[in-house]
């Protein structure tokens, strides 16, 4: 069976600090991969995402970037970090099909 | 006013009760997506339609294509089903437009 790992699950870092959450996925091979955000109180964002090693797509502009060193891992990055990144990032899986997306479990971001 | 539409946003409701939550969608979709997310965070995948009508359990989704709307229905209700609902309306193979979310409640 297929799974979904992240972390951390949750990070407080100051304004201004790197950032880097990671995601990989287990069971299954070139699986397209996404990230979201949830910022407090609002619906999730879909922040990137990528159906292949080196291919990434980005949905918004913002500070933060990501990377896919390998069929299953997927890397959220950041060189600074604003007070705005604070939410919960989710990483999800999908193979393209009418199965749908499946969820990673999150990481909680606190910007102070 | 968002692509996608949820209703109500809160929902407070006695065990047993038949729950209803609604899904409205202005865009044009491969897919609907309904989502269950935890008061930790993490979201389980509950259905994924195109058509019709789908059961798992005590859930039940429909949609309906040419009225741009979906609902999720609970028998039974127990509190266990507090949650957030979230649809999400696939457009192509890799974008998901998302919902607001239903915070739905069940007392006991």
């Known amino acids: 069976s297929q799974t979904i790992h992240q972390w951390p699950a949750t990070l407080v870092q100051p304004v201004g600090s790197p950032l880097s959450l990671e995601c990989t996925v287990e069971g299954t091979s070139n699986p397209n991969l996404y990230w979201y955000r949830q910022a407090a109180g609002r619906g999730l964002q879909l922040l990137f995402y990528?159906?292949?090693?080196?291919?990434i797509s980005s949905e918004v502009p913002q500070n933060l970037s990501a990377s896919r060193p390998q069929d299953r891992q997927f890397i959220l990055s950041s060189k600074k970090l604003l007070l705005s990144d604070s939410g919960f990032y989710l990483c999800a899986w999908s193979r393209g099909g009418p199965e749908g997306q499946f969820f990673g479990p999150g990481t909680r971001l606190t910007v102070l | 006013k968002n692509e996608v539409e949820q209703s109500p946003q809160n929902l407070t409701a006695q065990e047993g009760e038949f729950i209803t939550i609604n899904c409205s969608y202005s865009?044009?979709?491969?897919?609907l997506h309904w989502l269950q997310q935890h008061p930790g965070g993490g979201i389980v995948s509950l259905f994924m339609?195109?058509?019709g009508k789908k059961k798992h359990g005590r859930l039940i989704a429909t949609i309906n294509i040419q009225e741009k709307h979906s609902s999720l229905h609970i028998t039974a209700s127990h509190p266990r089903d507090s949650a957030v609902y979230i649809c999400?309306?696939?457009?192509?193979?890799?974008?998901?437009?998302f919902g607001q979310g239903t915070r739905l409640t069940i007392n006991p």
């Open positions: 865009v044009g979709i491969s897919a």
């Open positions: 339609l195109s058509s």
């Open positions: 999400a309306a696939f457009q192509g193979a890799q974008k998901l437009v």
């Open positions: 990528s159906v292949g090693i080196g291919q």
